[in-house]
């Protein structure tokens, strides 16, 4: 069990009760944890299937091909057909399906054509199909993946560095943070869309999707955590004078230990009031980059290309748009009442000076 | 790293685009620019068989001048002269030169290939020529000459008088090192052999060899107007960026119509000199054409259904049944008309343009096996919803010319792995993508610069994952995905070239291992190991064998069409076997939505016009679109209008 000070359970409290906020962090967890299964739910691969007698559990691992199950093709196996045709033969065979049973790649022309289908119950399309055919709930649910799974990636490593510079320009002072201040105005002019701009086109596509969406993500990290060091820096400033500080050194504890031990804690409200606006902003950048064709490559499923597609069949294909703006409208939201929350909960000034 | 820069240059253009484009030097000597006078004629002095100077008395007797003053008209006599035709661009040009490098862009037709005048035209409806700086000419088979007239009162648009000069320089000036273009270098040292000026006005023009199309050959050359050109040297790309040539053709670009990244217009000089000659006289009329830059389709649409902009191409599919459907207010309510033209003329060859230099792709079997693995028919019945037809060979549409029996490999899933397992990637990883021995992945990328075709690619990604080869997608933007490929840094690309109607194919472009190395064989005939690509040219495919080459050599030299004819068909058939090309797609037909007050001549439909503004027979009707404009706010309709010119469907 976790071993809370009295302090953090009062916040923690207080967090729990400022309901919007606290139904907010339920619902985006539950959605994550959703999303962390989300290949049982919204995939084209069976989640169980029987075939003369024996049982394959194709969701995670390797591709089943289509001689496994006696089908007369060696790429992977369409397995909506082979329901079908499991219940025309007869034979005893099963399989069951997750909800959705559409990957995000795949064209599925229920039309006969590659277009924009409405949302139909039927076709199991909930929110229709894009330009070509593809499932959008698939691509808005695994594309929503990306976007959470980039911006935790980004919020923690923008932390990681803006707290360790932050601090260490803080608790030094002097040259070291002088010298540190100026590169970092000079670096925080360099304009971060030109430079995501070139890096990405000078990187080989011949690099693989995770390895370029990783590049992406450290070309962002590289480019934002120099906000995050003005507060640390700041923070740690005036915790630094303070008597407890003078006490821990006094007993000779190292730099380290003071700064991670002591001084962190006290200076934490600051980092977790950020938390959240750091996310949304990660979330915003991904899209935007996305929507401008400068962010995940094609076809990774992500909600700035589908943005990107609503725009332009706005007036043919309503759904697109209403779906991907739904979305991103609902994540920012969520995460931006968290946020307020734990600012409240959080930060004590709060209530000490305007209530 | 040029892509870096170039990444820069794009992002300055966005970012801050300066306004005034008279910022060229005029004079500046201190570049390395100087006068060529001296230089042109000691040019024409040294090579004295190419130029020669001889006097009228001189021009062979007996010679039979013709003038075609028979055939048709082109336009309409109710045409009216007058208004703004609101157009847009997706890139702003990237020069107003139209030579050397950048200058092959998209604005170049209305800078050059579709206004300029050439002493005579091919007729879109007769396949004839008809006059244009020519006042008549004569074809001397035998000493492969074409005699020309020039029409006295040719000018160009700056006032000054288009003579035979114009030509020797043209010679020049295709020739020279400055312009930084070989293919027009070759192209004019290699094709003529000599031209004659006599006077003022007359001059004849020799070829090397006698070419069925001889006619065509000579008198399709446009004069390049000396006097403009007179500071020539190492600066000529940047010293003439953005200065417009003056044309002997009805639209100018103006200097202050030029606003860098935003938009740019063409005006119609009024003094034309050929304002009221046959066959130019209905043609021409907006008084001005303005274009706007929107880089999104979408948008340009929307701009287009505001009626922003007065004409938009609905080739694709999307746009025909979806997004401006019959049953579209505006085209119900005849405000906007719906019309789509079946045309006959070589057809742009849309396909997979596979790079041979690049490791893997250098196999056959890995070629075939591309080949194989793409399901091009899947994309034309459900993407185009079966308005296109499939592409053979890479040269669709010239007529014998065509191969008549090969056929595009269709999409064979066992053919394609036995030919990938012959390459060694006979296994499947844990994706369904093959891996050969050393676990190298079959991955290749598949680049474009058509923004508005991604999903063609991402379908043929889908449908090729299913044969084991997984195609890696890049959309670039245009001029990027250009750069990529004339700096042969792509895998496979997917694009196609604009073919001009002409009578027989070109291959020396695409083909020819002149185009793909600097020395690709050594002088035994066997591969140079130590070869570089040439980058800037257009052979994509880095297409280098020998045969061909010979095949190409004999070609070009050769007089007579059925010998040619029976080259073009051997060199296809190489091509073929090669598998560095996919051939994708063609339509056979161009389709548009323009509104109203835009009008074509009754019954209008070009046999061989690749789209309805080659001729610049449509008009601005200014009274109409107050007409129109006032029944929109009023909610009056007029009769639809939708029509499909069939007579020339194949």
């Known amino acids: ?355 | 790293m040029r892509k870096i820069l170039y990444c820069l240059l794009l992002g300055l253009c966005v970012a801050g685009c300066s306004e005034s484009p008279e910022e060229q030097p005029d004079n500046a000597d201190s570049t390395g620019a100087a006068d060529v006078t001296a230089e042109v004629e000691a040019f024409y002095a040294a090579n004295p068989d190419f130029f020669s100077f001889k006097s009228p008395a001189d021009l062979p007797t007996g010679l039979v001048w013709e003038n075609n003053d028979h055939l048709p008209e082109i336009g309409s006599p109710e045409a009216v002269k007058g208004g703004t035709q609101n157009a847009a661009l997706q890139d702003f040009p990237r020069t107003l030169r139209t030579v050397g490098p950048d200058s092959n862009g998209g604005f170049r037709t209305f800078l050059l290939d579709d206004t300029t005048m050439t002493m005579a035209h091919v007729h879109p409806d007769t396949r004839d020529l008809y006059p244009g700086l020519a006042e008549s000419w004569a074809i001397d088979e035998e000493s492969r000459t074409v005699y020309v007239k020039l029409d006295p009162a040719a000018r160009f648009s700056d006032g000054e008088a288009i003579t035979a000069d114009d030509f020797l320089f043209m010679f020049w000036f295709y020739r020279s090192p400055y312009i930084m273009a070989p293919w027009y270098n070759n192209f004019y040292s290699t094709t003529y052999s000599n031209i004659t000026r006599y006077d003022d006005h007359t001059l004849s023009i020799t070829t090397r060899e006698l070419k069925p199309d001889l006619d065509e050959r000579v008198l399709l050359l446009r004069p390049i107007p000396q006097h403009f050109y007179t500071d020539m040297g190492e600066d000529f790309a940047e010293r003439y960026q953005w200065r417009f040539e003056p044309t002997p053709g009805a639209y100018v670009v103006r200097p202050e119509d030029v606003r860098k990244g935003r938009s740019i217009a063409l005006t119609r000089n009024k003094d034309w000199w050929a304002k009221d000659k046959k066959y130019w006289r209905y043609r021409f009329n907006p008084d001005r054409i303005q274009f706007t830059v929107i880089r999104d389709d979408a948008k340009t649409f929307e701009a287009f259904k505001r009626g922003d902009i007065d004409q938009f191409g609905l080739g694709l599919a999307e746009y025909w049944y979806e997004k401006l459907p019959d049953s579209d207010p505006d085209v119900q309510a005849g405000y906007i008309h719906k019309v789509m033209y079946y045309n006959q003329r070589p057809r742009p060859n849309f396909g997979l343009w596979i790079n041979t230099a690049q490791p893997l792709l250098n196999n056959q079997d890995i070629r075939l096996g591309i080949n194989y693995a793409t399901n091009w028919s899947l994309v034309i019945e459900k993407f185009f919803r079966g308005d296109n037809t499939r592409m053979n060979t890479s040269h669709e549409g010239f007529g014998e010319f065509t191969h008549p029996t090969i056929t595009a490999r269709a999409f064979d899933i066992d053919k394609a792995q036995a030919h990938f397992a012959a390459a060694g990637f006979n296994t499947r990883g844990a994706d369904g993508i093959l891996v050969n021995a050393e676990g190298q992945r079959l991955a290749f990328t598949l680049s474009t610069g058509y923004e508005s075709l991604r999903d063609v690619l991402t379908i043929l990604r889908e449908e090729a994952a299913k044969a084991g080869l997984e195609l890696r997608i890049e959309v670039l933007d245009s001029t990027v995905g250009w750069k990529k490929v004339q700096e042969k840094q792509h895998d496979i690309f997917f694009t196609a070239f604009g073919v001009f109607l002409e009578l027989y194919p070109r291959f020396w472009e695409h083909y020819h291992s002149d185009n793909a190395y600097d020395k690709a064989f050594l002088e035994d005939g066997s591969v140079n190991p130590e070869r570089k690509l040439k980058t800037q040219t257009n052979n994509l495919e880095s297409f280098a064998i020998a045969e061909m080459d010979a095949l190409i050599e004999r070609y070009r030299r050769s007089s007579d069409q059925d010998e040619m004819v029976r080259l073009a068909h051997q060199m296809t058939e190489l091509h073929h076997a090669h598998a560095s090309f996919v051939p994708g797609f063609y339509q056979g037909f161009f389709r548009i939505g323009h509104w109203r007050w835009l009008r074509y001549p009754e019954g209008f439909s070009q046999k061989h016009a690749a789209g309805p503004g080659d001729a610049f027979v449509h008009w601005i009707d200014t009274d109409m679109k107050t007409e129109t404009e006032a029944a929109r706010r009023e909610g009056k309709a007029f009769d639809p209008v939708i029509t499909v010119y069939d007579q020339w469907a194949e």
Not at chain 1, 12 to 26: A, D, E, P
Not at chain 1, 114 to 121: E, I, V, Y
Not at chain 1, 243 to 261: H, K, L, P
């Open chain 1, 1 to 355: 069990m976790l071993n809370l000070t009295p302090q953090t359970r009062k916040k923690l409290r207080r967090f729990r009760q400022i309901k919007r906020g606290y139904y907010s962090f339920l619902i985006l967890a539950g959605l994550s944890a959703l999303l962390a299964c989300g290949e049982l739910l919204i995939n084209s691969r069976a989640l169980v299937v029987s075939y003369q007698g024996e049982l394959y559990f194709p969701t995670y691992g390797d591709f089943h091909p289509g001689t496994d199950f006696g089908l007369d093709y060696q790429y992977e196996t369409n397995y909506r057909e082979l329901q079908t045709r499991f219940a025309a033969a007869d034979e005893g065979d099963w399989l069951l399906l997750p909800l959705v049973p559409y990957n995000p790649y795949e064209n599925n022309a229920a039309g006969g054509v590659f277009r924009p289908l409405p949302p139909s119950a039927e076709a199991q399309h909930y929110l229709g199909t894009d330009t070509t055919s593809r499932d959008i709930l698939a691509r808005l649910f695994y594309g929503t993946r990306i976007a959470l799974l980039f911006a935790l990636g980004f919020t923690l490593s923008v932390y990681l560095i803006g707290i360790a510079i932050g601090c260490a320009m803080g608790y030094f002072g002097g040259i070291f943070d002088l010298a540190l201040q100026r590169v970092i105005e000079i670096w925080s002019n360099v304009p971060f869309l030109y430079m995501v701009i070139i890096i990405f086109s000078v990187i080989p596509s011949t690099v693989a999707v995770p390895t370029r969406i990783s590049i992406l993500l450290l070309v962002m990290v590289l480019f934002s955590w120099t906000g995050m060091t003005y507060y640390m820096r700041t923070e740690t400033y005036k915790e630094k004078a303070r008597d407890y500080v003078a006490a821990a050194r006094i007993i000779g504890a190292s730099n380290t230990r003071i700064i991670f031990r002591h001084i962190m804690p006290n200076v934490l409200s600051t980092l977790i009031t950020f938390m959240p606006f750091t996310v949304v902003a990660a979330i915003s950048a991904i899209t935007a980059l996305d929507f401008l064709g400068f962010g995940l490559p094609v076809p990774t499923p992500s909600l700035g290309e589908l943005l990107k597609q609503g725009t332009a069949n706005l007036r043919t294909a309503p759904w697109i748009v209403i779906s991907a703006f739904g979305t991103l409208v609902a994540l920012l939201t969520l995460v931006t009442f968290i946020g307020e929350a734990i600012r409240e909960s959080f930060d004590p000034k709060t209530f000490s000076v305007y209530r």
